[in-house]
C-alpha cells in the first residue's frame, strides 16, 4: 500500500496554504488558506471496505506556559504530545484520493459542522476544539481538517503525519465522542488489513528551517 499527495512531498515542507496560519514578520503569524491537501493511495489489500484518514502532529509542546509568548522560546528539548489536525472516516474502498480543498477550504470560526462530512464520509473532532476552548470568538467543536499552527517561538520543526488505514470494516465503529483517542482505539479493535503514511514538515518560526 503507497500513500502520496500532489501538494507536498513526503519529508519535505507543507506549503503555507495547506497551514492554519503563516509566517508574518509584523504580527508573527497571520491566518492562512487552511486548505486540506490533496492524498492518494494505491494498491490497497484486497478485502478493503473502507478507509481512515488520521493526520497528527506528534511535535506538540506538553506544556504551554512559553508557547507564543514574546521573548521566550519552546524548548527543543520540552516533551511532546500528540495533536490531531484530521479524522475521516468511512472513506469507501472504490475511493483512491481526497482532492485538495474538498473538506476544507478555509478557517471556519468556532469549527465547520459534522460528523457528516462531503460525499457521505465522516469526520472526526480534531485539537483545535480544546486548544480553543476558552476564546469567546473561536471556541466551539472543531470537525475535519484544520492545517499546521505551531508555535511561532517553538525550535523544533514540526512533523505531520498522515496515514491512511484500509480496513475490512465498511465503517468504523468508535466509541464515545469521534476525538483522535477513541478513533484510534477503535482502529486498533477493527481488522486493518494495512497501512500507509507520509509525513510533511511546518514551522512558523524563522529560524528554524
Known sequence: MK???DSFTDGQLIPGEFAFAV????????????????????????????LVIVCHDPDVPSVGDNVNQEGKVVEASLPRVDF?????????????????????????????????????LRHGVNDYTAWFAGDKDMSGQYFGYDGPCPPWNDELM??????????A??????????????????????DVLGSAQITGLYSLNPTVG
Open 3 to 5: 500513500l502520496h499527495s
Open 84 to 120: 490531531y489536525h484530521w479524522l475521516l472516516l468511512d472513506i469507501p474502498a472504490s475511493v483512491s484520493e481526497i482532492a485538495a480543498g474538498s473538506q476544507s477550504d478555509a478557517i471556519t470560526p468556532r469549527g465547520k459542522p459534522g460528523p457528516a462530512a462531503p460525499n457521505g
Open 169 to 190: 470494516n465498511s465503517t468504523l465503529n468508535v466509541a464515545g465522542e469521534l476525538n483522535g483517542a477513541n478513533i484510534l482505539a477503535a482502529i486498533a479493535a477493527a
Open 23 to 50: 509566517a508574518d514578520s509584523e504580527n508573527h503569524i497571520r491566518l492562512s488558506a487552511n486548505r486540506n491537501p490533496h492524498l492518494a493511495w494505491q494498491n490497497i489489500p484486497e478485502g478493503t471496505q473502507s
Open 158 to 167: 514540526h512533523h505531520y503525519v498522515f496515514t491512511v488505514y484500509a480496513l
